[in-house]
């Protein structure tokens, strides 16, 4: 075995402008990669001609159970980019269609609207000229001793870390500004609420119809209603400080929350979940969809150290993530640098994640019971989750000053968010595939029974002590007084090419910097890039020779192995 080279070491309606609409459409169009949707097969063939509109298969399910279903209508982004103007123009295009039913115009970049319709109704829309998609407005549901702990936050702040200066927005179920606990970190609020118009949704939102709020207030949660501290509660977990033992300080006490409240209130027992629970908390596709899309202007425009949004509500995926239609919007907002945070969920399954933590670019979190150190059974684990943090018993604020304990991947989300504040903190401006991969590489591996599958918890104190670089040699060959290697190296500190050095025999032979095209590499490492491909010759003398290619580490770390290789020189 060679030896390694010595360590290195390092030092109202909303408003937009022209200009921003087009940059929106542009994105939730595909223009940037990974924001398109692909085709689903459609669900319900009108008779005769197929139809020119995709129908996701969710319509034909709501249909066969209700008679009727709430739709999110997409149209054709040909219908102009002035809201006024074109709001005319959606309602003309689906109006003669679905005759009598209310159709309701979202404020959104892409022309979309939402009616509740039957079967001949879909029909219809799916043949009307300008329709391109149909699916369900579905309903998302909130997802529910110091955690801070647990992820490693303290050390961090004892060397005066604490996610200042970043803002993490929480769309839930509004958050009481007013709390001890969150004093003077909620920067700003807005609401979008009411489902799109959904028979029997109400609308939360202060001010007349309740369907949109901006400003102070207009995010303050609700009342009345089961999970209405959900908000509060999970901004708590995020940027709390200064609360009792049970609850000191949430994972990034100094970073600021900008809270947007995006459900509503529901009197229907089938949306609830049985009379029981009724009224309930219910989250609308439609309600999400415009809050993605203020949330990505505000990225653009005044708050550029907005990192992450979370997201600790969920509802069932429409089966092929990569056409969910929250994907646009989160891989926009993805695009710009902050990071969505998504719960898993809490009904058991060990095969499936739900909507929205399914969607490619949405960092998906699972829960952890700090107390057994397992995986709790509830939380929903399967392809796609990628970190674990405590869910279980967690401590921190609810409305009216006070605080309680809940359990729940709710709880475990805004740990990661608060995760990521620190990190922009200590690290600066990190694309979230970066953020998600540094967390990724500096956490413990968990193994959940149920499934066997091993996810990292997240463990701020390791991420932060300096990742080093990893990779793989996938070639190794000996020639005729030569050895060729190549293969790819990724330091998780930085985006940038990396060197590699070469070794033969535990002697240096050769180096180069990792800069090489590997498109299969920036897939694999969303946020990373491509540029990360070595391959070197060296000269070696005849006989059988050992290799070693070692990454050279770039900020805090070492320099690390990649891997050796054995091979025949001629």
């Known amino acids: 075995m060679g030896r390694a080279p010595e360590p290195v070491t390092g030092g109202a309606a909303l408003r937009r402008s022209l200009v921003l609409v087009c940059t929106i459409v542009a994105v939730l169009s ?14 319900v063939p009108p008779p005769g001609e197929p139809s020119t509109a995709i129908v996701e298969p969710g319509v034909e399910a709501e249909l066969a159970a209700d008679g009727q279903v709430d739709l999110i209508v997409e149209l054709d982004p040909g219908l102009g980019t002035d809201p006024a103007g074109r709001a005319a123009r959606v309602r003309s295009a689906i109006g003669d269609e679905v005759s009598g039913a209310p159709v309701e115009v979202l404020d ?7 009616v509740t319709t039957d079967a001949d109704g879909v029909r219809r829309l799916a043949d009307a000229e300008g329709v391109r998609r149909l699916v369900p407005n579905r309903r998302h549901r909130p997802l529910l001793t110091t955690s801070a702990a647990a992820v490693q936050a303290p050390t961090l ?15 839930d179920s509004g958050v009481d500004a007013t709390h001890p606990f969150l004093a003077g970190r909620v920067v700003d609020e807005a609401c979008f609420s009411g489902g799109g118009g959904v028979p029997g949704a109400q609308g939360l939102c202060p001010g007349p119809g309740g369907r949109w709020a901006f400003g102070p207030g207009a995010a303050a949660p609700c009342t009345g209603v089961a999970m209405c501290e959900h908000g509060t509660h999970v901004a708590g977990i995020v940027a709390g400080a200064g609360g009792p033992a049970s609850a000191a300080s949430g994972v990034a006490p100094g970073a600021s929350i900008l809270a947007v409240q995006v459900f509503s209130r529901v009197t229907d027992p089938d949306d609830c979940g049985g009379p029981a629970v009724t009224p309930c908390l219910i989250a609308f596709d439609a309600d999400l969809l415009e809050a993605f899309e203020w949330l990505y202007l505000a990225r653009l425009t005044s708050r550029p150290t907005l990192v992450a949004a979370n997201l600790s509500l969920g509802g069932p995926s429409l089966g092929d993530c990569s056409a969910d239609p929250l994907r646009p919007g989160i891989d926009a907002l993805s695009a710009v640098g902050v990071a969505v945070v998504a719960a898993t969920g809490n009904w058991g399954s060990k095969t499936r994640i739900g909507s929205p933590a399914c969607i490619p670019s949405a960092i998906a979190v699972g829960a952890y019971d700090e107390s057994t150190r397992s995986v709790p059974s509830f939380s929903v684990s399967g392809p796609g989750l990628d970190l674990l943090a405590p869910g279980v018993a967690i401590t921190s604020s609810v409305p009216g000053g006070g605080f309680r304990s809940i359990s729940g991947t709710s709880m ?4 990661v968010s608060g995760a990521i504040a620190l990190l922009g903190e200590v690290r600066g401006p990190l694309p979230p595939g970066m953020a998600l991969l540094q967390l990724q590489r500096g956490g413990r591996p968990v193994t959940d029974p149920a499934d066997r599958r091993t996810t990292p918890l997240v463990q701020l104190a390791t991420t932060l002590a300096g990742l080093t670089p990893f990779g793989s040699v996938d ?3 000996g020639g005729p007084g030569s050895v060729s ?3 790819w190296v990724i330091d998780p500190d930085t985006a940038a090419p990396v060197g590699v050095h070469v070794y033969v025999d535990g002697r240096f032979a050769g180096a180069q910097t990792a800069g090489g095209s590997r498109p299969d590499v920036g897939v694999a490492y969303p946020g990373y890039g491509a540029g990360h491909g070595f391959s070197v010759v060296v000269p070696a003398v005849g006989g059988t020779r050992q290799v070693c290619v070692y990454g050279i580490n770039t900020g805090p770390g070492v320099n690390a192995l990649v891997a050796c290789r054995s091979v025949v020189v001629r």
């Open 485 to 487: 290697v190549s293969g």
């Open 30 to 43: 595909g223009a940037l990669p990974g924001a398109s949707a692909a085709p689903a097969a459609s669900a």
């Open 412 to 415: 475990a989300a805004p740990h």
């Open 108 to 114: 959104t970049a892409l022309p979309r609207a939402t």
């Open 475 to 477: 070639v190794a060959r």
């Open 157 to 171: 702040w004892s060397g005066g870390v604490t996610g200042a200066g970043q803002v993490v927005a929480v769309l």
